[in-house]
Nanobody, 124 residues
Framework: QVSVVESGGGSVQAGGSLNISCAAS????????MAWFRKAPGKEREGIAS???????RYADSVKGRFTISKGNAKNMIYLQMNNLKPDDSATYSC??????????????????WGQGTQVTVSS
């Protein structure tokens, strides 16, 4: 049974930075894909950033140049460094992981395992 847990998040003023992390545990495999999604009240869930086991990375246009996804030293751990945050970035950020997947679909929301989410609030 795979468990996905996010940590970090919180409140920050516009222009500030936050770093959130995600750990997927319970599998002896390295995840083929891990990604960050976010959902704000009244909006659709949005893919933010994904990273494949091969190191391939993709970002949503809305966060390019501001957010950076990276892998941790531990297996199945990723981070999301968020800089120059805007009020529109306020949302619940969820991490997702899949053991088996093709790298060209790491940005798609068809993930098997999801975390509970962590809240990010950006005030103006």
């Amino acid at each position: 049974q795979v468990s996905v847990v996010e940590s970090g998040g919180g409140s920050v003023q516009a222009g500030g930075s936050l770093n959130i992390s995600c750990a997927a545990s319970g599998s002896g495999y390295s995840m083929d894909c891990m990604a960050w999604f976010r959902k704000a009240p009244g909006k659709e869930r949005e893919g933010i950033a994904s990273i494949g086991r091969d190191g391939s990375i993709r970002y949503a246009d809305s966060v390019k140049g501001r957010f950076t996804i990276s892998k941790g030293n531990a297996k199945n751990m990723i981070y999301l460094q968020m800089n120059n945050l805007k009020p529109d970035d306020s949302a619940t950020y969820s991490c997702a992981a899949k053991i088996f997947g093709t790298y060209d679909r790491c940005f798609s929301p068809d993930y098997d395992e999801w975390g509970q989410g962590t809240q990010v609030t950006v005030s103006s």
